[in-house]
């Protein structure tokens, strides 16, 4: 897109578009010193030969001549002083109009480099927002329907195992309360917006695992033969005690026998 950079954020391999944003650098002036000071035009006017100020000096010896002081430096002085007098009106005015449309075509410059700049950064900013919207929303889709399927395959694979196992979980509250829990982790795990679809593949993966090898191991139990594990044929023979003999034997006889012991 043009205007655009694609650019690359965090550790994923998602892009987002960030604006390619153009800074203004106003146009700057120095004064030029011959047009724009009225100095530079002065100089440019009393040694240029203008018919004008060249009439003033005229006038000045003119009147040094009257007065009998043509050729004297006072003659000179006076013709010099005509000639900066008549260009000193036009100096200050030229040299003004110089200024003015100096500055003035420095302001449309600016002015013009300001809209340029910000025209296109607002055409930028527009079409990164556009391309993310859009990029997002592909995303967001793509997400939504891989998690469809995900949920789909799931409560195909619960149910293949439910079925797969429907004497166990029949014949055993166990059996059945670890169907029910791990029907409603999967459940949790799905729904968790903070895991990516990989994320809940594999541990929706560790639990139906889990659950199948448990239930085999709930269904073995079940059909274990207790009669068996109870069979003592293999067991070694116990030997029988030799009765005692003597005083305590005949003591063990009468008190069987009810007799009181202690009567002889």
């Given at each position: 897109m043009p205007g655009l950079i694609e650019q690359q954020l965090g550790t994923g391999n998602q892009s987002v578009y960030t604006a390619d944003t153009e800074a203004f650098d106003p146009t700057l002036r120095t004064v030029d010193a011959p047009t724009e000071t009225v100095a530079g035009q002065l100089h440019s006017l009393l040694s240029s030969g203008n018919p004008y100020v060249e009439r003033a000096k005229s006038g000045a010896r003119?009147?040094?001549?009257?007065?009998?002081?043509?050729?004297?430096?006072?003659?000179?002085?006076?013709?010099?002083?005509?000639?900066?007098?008549?260009?000193?009106?036009?100096?200050?005015?030229?040299?003004?109009?110089?200024?003015?449309?100096?500055?003035?075509?420095?302001?449309?410059?600016?002015?013009?480099?300001?809209?340029?700049?910000?025209?296109?950064?607002?055409?930028?900013?527009?079409?990164?927002?556009?391309?993310?919207?859009?990029?997002?929303?592909?995303?967001?889709?793509?997400?939504?329907?891989?998690?469809?399927?995900?949920?789909?395959?799931?409560?195909?694979?619960?149910?293949?195992?439910?079925?797969?196992?429907?004497?166990?979980?029949?014949?055993?509250?166990?059996?059945?309360?670890?169907?029910?829990?791990?029907?409603?982790?999967?459940?949790?795990?799905?729904?968790?917006?903070?895991?990516?679809?990989?994320?809940?593949?594999?541990?929706?993966?560790?639990?139906?695992?889990?659950?199948?090898?448990?239930l085999i191991i709930i269904g073995e139990l079940a059909n274990i033969d207790l009669v068996d594990l109870l069979d003592f044929s293999a067991l070694p023979a116990v030997p029988v005690p030799t009765p005692p003999q003597g005083p305590i034997a005949e003591a063990v006889t009468r008190f069987k026998g009810g007799d009181d012991i202690g009567s002889d």
């Open positions: 003119d009147t040094a001549n009257q007065r009998g002081l043509l050729n004297t430096s006072m003659a000179a002085g006076a013709g010099e002083a005509a000639a900066i007098d008549a260009a000193l009106p036009i100096a200050s005015a030229d040299a003004n109009v110089y200024g003015t449309a100096s500055r003035e075509n420095q302001g449309y410059t600016n002015t013009a480099g300001q809209f340029n700049a910000g025209a296109k950064n607002t055409a930028s900013l527009q079409g990164s927002a556009a391309a993310n919207t859009s990029l997002l929303s592909a995303q967001t889709a793509g997400q939504d329907v891989e998690l469809q399927t995900l949920k789909g395959n799931q409560a195909k694979e619960l149910a293949d195992i439910e079925a797969k196992y429907k004497n166990t979980t029949q014949s055993s509250a166990s059996a059945t309360a670890l169907f029910s829990q791990v029907s409603k982790n999967i459940a949790d795990i799905l729904n968790d917006p903070n895991t990516s679809a990989e994320q809940k593949q594999s541990a929706v993966d560790f639990q139906r695992n889990m659950l199948e090898m448990q």
